[in-house]
């Protein structure tokens, strides 16, 4: 498999990516539809007053085109035919996406995190910023979390090894140059896999 080129200009910081291809099968629908479209406008609106711009959302299992999808106003669609396979799927079109764009950065959310909003966004993109190694990602109490900000320079790398449900984690694992930003303080980073009625959060 041939990595698609990843290079980018300058110009305008960081690109947000929302991975929401997945079907949701904990939480019984697509997430991109979770909760009436709630959690895909408060991830778009994280990461679009974090700084970001532009704005990709991933789509997967609810087809190629936002018909079914309430895609937030200023947000663009990517599809990523292969969504089934993984997460990593879906990262590697926002990344193909996002190297379409004068972009330097990503910073990566995935749908399901409704409470991770710009605060903690803008908090990870300025560490990365100012990291030699262009990398950041987010901390809660300890646990990694999103989002995950990650320079132009490593894009190829982290695309080759996003198979499966991995995403960056392979790519990320053991990095001592990854600087982790504490957001407790603004904000849980609790990934939601079932709907808010339900008793659990986390499986």
Same mark, same amino acid.
Not at 101 to 111: N, S
Not at 114 to 138: H, K, M, N, W
Not at 140 to 159: A, L, N, Q
């Given at each position: 498999?041939?990595?698609?080129?990843?290079?980018?200009?300058?110009?305008?910081?960081?690109?947000g990516?929302?991975l929401?291809?997945g079907a949701g099968?904990?939480y019984g629908?697509?997430?991109?539809l979770?909760?009436?479209?709630?959690?895909l406008r408060?991830? *778009?609106a994280a990461?679009r007053?974090?700084?970001c711009?532009?704005?990709?959302? !991933?789509l997967?299992a609810t087809g190629p085109?936002?018909?079914? !999808?309430a895609?937030?106003?200023?947000?663009r669609h990517?599809?990523a035919?292969?969504?089934?396979?993984g997460m990593?799927?879906?990262?590697?079109?926002g990344?193909?996406?996002?190297?379409?764009?004068?972009a330097e950065?990503v910073?990566?959310?995935?749908v399901d995190?409704?409470d991770?909003?710009?605060a903690?966004v803008?908090r990870?993109?300025a560490?990365?910023f100012?990291a030699e190694?262009g990398i950041?990602?987010? *901390?809660f109490?300890g646990?990694?979390g999103?989002?995950v900000v990650i320079?132009?320079?490593?894009?190829t790398?982290?695309?080759r090894?996003?198979?499966g449900?991995?995403?960056?984690?392979?790519?990320l694992?053991?990095?001592?140059d990854? !600087?982790?930003?504490?957001?407790d303080d603004?904000?849980?980073?609790?990934d939601?896999?079932?709907?808010?009625?339900t008793?659990?959060d986390?499986?």
């Amino acid at each position: 498999m041939v990595p698609p080129d990843l290079v980018t200009t300058s110009g305008p910081a960081c690109a947000g990516i929302v991975l929401a291809a997945g079907a949701g099968t904990r939480y019984g629908y697509p997430k991109a539809l979770a909760e009436g479209g709630a959690w895909l406008r408060a991830a *778009v609106a994280a990461l679009r007053d974090g700084g970001c711009d532009p704005v990709i959302v !991933v789509l997967g299992a609810t087809g190629p085109a936002p018909a079914t !999808v309430a895609l937030p106003p200023g947000a663009r669609h990517v599809w990523a035919p292969d969504w089934a396979t993984g997460m990593g799927a879906s990262l590697r079109a926002g990344l193909k996406a996002a190297a379409g764009t004068p972009a330097e950065y990503v910073a990566i959310m995935p749908v399901d995190t409704p409470d991770v909003g710009a605060a903690a966004v803008a908090r990870v993109t300025a560490a990365a910023f100012a990291a030699e190694s262009g990398i950041a990602r987010a *901390v809660f109490h300890g646990t990694p979390g999103h989002p995950v900000v990650i320079g132009h320079e490593h894009w190829t790398s982290v695309w080759r090894v996003a198979v499966g449900d991995s995403g960056a984690r392979t790519y990320l694992a053991g990095r001592e140059d990854m !600087v982790c930003v504490t957001c407790d303080d603004v904000a849980t980073g609790l990934d939601r896999d079932f709907p808010a009625t339900t008793s659990v959060d986390r499986s």
